[in-house]
């Protein structure tokens, strides 16, 4: 069954430091997503992105975020300047074109600022 | 946007026994699925199901989707069931999923 694929699995950064996380979404799908998850709490939305653009962010996704999709296969997430508050798991998704919407998420990236 | 609540938001159950988890979501959806997450933090998808019922072995789930809720059930509930589960919504186009605050359940032997 295809999956998406995301890397680090766990990351530790200094504070200030940049990190970029890295998805492979499905390859058929053109809807792509970054979520995070705070320990013990919710899952919340960051962006979405779409034919090469972002669709749609939240007031969490600042200036401190980007993301971009380098090549045909790759979707990644930059934070910046890290804070002690990023830390969080990272979670990438992405949905069929047009199809059924099923979201379909990575196992996620872990990361730890010290 | 979209708000999606989950009720209860933590459960104990006796290994063996059945519960009910909610979900409800303020307005109408193209999407509503089931997440269970695991002690290592993956999100593993139950069930996609914006209307209708689908069982899974154990589980099962039903949305409504006139009247905007959709319920999980897990049956004879087994140790390795403990997590936390979400629900979550996608409205508005392709935009953004929403997802419910959670249900922690604890299995206990």
């Known amino acids: 069954e295809p999956e998406v694929t995301q890397t680090p699995s766990h990351q530790v950064t200094q504070m200030g430091q940049e990190v970029i996380l890295r998805c492979v979404p499905i390859?058929?799908?053109?809807?792509f997503y970054w979520y995070r998850q705070i320990l013990g709490q919710k899952v919340e939305f960051l962006v979405s992105?779409?034919?090469?653009?972002?669709?749609?962010k939240s007031e969490i996704f600042d200036d401190q975020f980007s993301v971009e999709r380098p090549d045909g296969s790759n979707f990644t997430l930059k934070i910046r300047s890290t804070k002690l508050e990023d830390s969080a798991m990272y979670f990438c998704?992405?949905?069929?074109?047009?199809?059924?919407?099923?979201?379909?998420f990575g196992e996620g990236s872990r990361l730890t600022v010290l | 946007g979209i708000q999606v609540e989950q009720s209860p938001p933590d459960l104990i159950l006796q290994e063996g026994a059945n519960s009910t988890l909610r979900c409800n979501f303020s307005?109408?959806?193209?999407?509503l699925q089931w997440f269970h997450q695991n002690p290592w933090g993956q999100l593993i998808n139950l069930f996609y199901i914006p209307s209708g019922t689908k069982q899974n072995g154990r589980l099962s789930a039903t949305t409504v989707a006139t009247e905007r809720y959709s319920l999980l059930y897990i049956s004879s509930s087994q140790t390795t069931d403990s997590g936390v589960y979400f629900c979550?919504?996608?409205?508005?186009?392709?935009?953004?999923?929403?997802f419910g605050t959670g249900t922690k359940l604890q299995v206990i032997p």
């Open positions: 998704a992405s949905i069929t074109r047009g199809g059924t919407g099923e979201l379909f």
């Open positions: 307005d109408s959806v193209n999407n």
């Open positions: 979550a919504a996608l409205s508005g186009g392709y935009q953004k999923v929403t």
């Open positions: 992105f779409y034919n090469n653009e972002i669709s749609e």
């Open positions: 390859s058929n799908h053109l809807y």
